[in-house]
């Protein structure tokens, strides 16, 4: 079957045949617009998440407790500027620049993971979203791997493999807390309390209320639903907060023999809605440091380009 | 586990200030200590500086490239800290070496505790250091006390990666723009004098000279002015005269800079002294 084919006889059935059967979508291959709208979303914005979650944990580096901790967390904020170019370079095959992505979102058109307009106040909160928030990340990623775009999908795989470096370091980082003073559990638990409900919101609202959901699982964009993944997740994470001997800030986190599952409470969707609509505590700031930096950088790009032109006409 | 109450690093003099350290000839082994940690410290405090840019590099490739040169530096460190653990026989961890000293025991160069600055400032002084680190370890890497030659040895790949960076920008910066040649320049006039103190001989140093321990600086010199010319030169830049030149570091004599990178980096042990983390 030839490309002419697919695009002069109904290009839309064809295509969903190919994802259908696992074909893998590349940049050059037709697809829908809606198709190549969507994932420019859902790539730039897992981008963005990937460079705005530096700002959360490099809060901590310059104040890390111990010089091997500074080391590796120094390195693992440096894999998520890594990730975040792998991810523009997926959604540029898209033709979209990373230039225009960035632009987009210092206006404010462009989203990224809610859970990075939280705080980091203590030396805990680092460990718990290097446990907690990564996880959350990897459950997610790893039904990535299979997404119907290539670039994407392949994006995906090598960032899974530098994902579970990241949830190993957070877990780390609380076993001497979980074992340590009394100060230190309380710090462990504290940063727990506050982290635990908007990992949940990661995965975004319930099925029934998703807007983009049905067509992104249609198209195998997405893999699992909002709620699979969240489902996934806690069942892979209680058992680590009782390894860690941490309390889950949840009353109705129970067992459930009969689901295999673990039920959970509701969701505090007003929460998620403030803080997705731009009024957590950092929201703001975020957005603001990224375009300040940014800002600050035009100069020593104007010039790498002056030079670059220099070069050329030389 | 570190203990809440730490020994102090020498014995203190008459008004709790640490001997000068400047003057005249130390015993060995505490010459050795004293020479291996002033090189922890240079490394620790320019890896500090460092890792503030995560996050804020003009672009996503540099924030990386960054990174790296600090994650060089802090393992650099860790390896002098570790063995001047060793050499004081263990009682001190390289944590609190590293955490649990005031300013006046810190005996980095001045030139590697300056702010960052903007990234031109940033990229001077990476210039400055990266041509005197490569030959400066390279040279160290043939010191007679093995387990010096051995960090050395690996400075030396690490600092010929790291120079070879600093003289690109350098170069970009200067034959940019109108704008970037004004910003680096004005880096360079405002850092030239905290230069010579990287040639200058520090007591200990001088003690281990003749063994072989050591590696004489200030023969460095006029090496290191031709090739930071040459570079300048190429860059359109003018090399800044030796009319000024700041010293103090060694002898735990600081600008008031370090205070404060201090108070930053050593809050956690400050505020939770004596625990695991």
Redesign the interface.
Known sequence: MTDDHLSNTEPEAAFQERVDNEIKIEPKDWMPEGYRRNLIRQISQHAHSE?IG??PE?NW???????????IL??K??DE??H??YL?SAAETLGVTREDMIGALHEGHAKYASIFNYPTLT?ADVGVIGWLVDSAAIVNQISLQRTSYGPYSRAMIRICKEESFHQRQGFE?LM??AS??L??KAMAQDAMNRWWWPTLMMFGPHDSESVHGAKSMQWKIKRKSNDELRQDFIDQTVPQAEYLGLAIPDPDLKWNEERGHYDFGEIDWDEFRTVVSGNGLCNRERLE?HSR?HR?????????R??EE?KRTA | MIPARVEERTSPGRDGVPPSRGAGRLPSQAALAEFVLALGDDSLVLGQRLSEWCGRAPFLEEDIAIANVALDYLGRAEKFYRYVSELGGGRRSVDEIAFLRDSRAYRNLLIFELPVGDFARTMARQLMVDAFHLPYFRRLSRSTNARIAAIAAKAVKESRYHLKRSRDWVLRLGDGTEESHAKIQSAFDALWGYCPEMFAMAGDEMALLDSGVAVDRSAMKTDWESEMKDVLSEATLTTPGNEWAISGGRDGVHTEHHGYLLAEMQFMQRAYPGLDW
């Open positions: 460079v530096m700002q490099g580096i310059t104040r890390a407790p111990t010089l091997k901790r500074k080391m120094l390195a904020v440096q500027a890594g975040g170019l523009y030396w980082i001497p807390l340590g003073s100060e230190q440091r930096a600050e950088g035009e100069w020593v790009r104007e010039a790498m002056a030079c220099k």
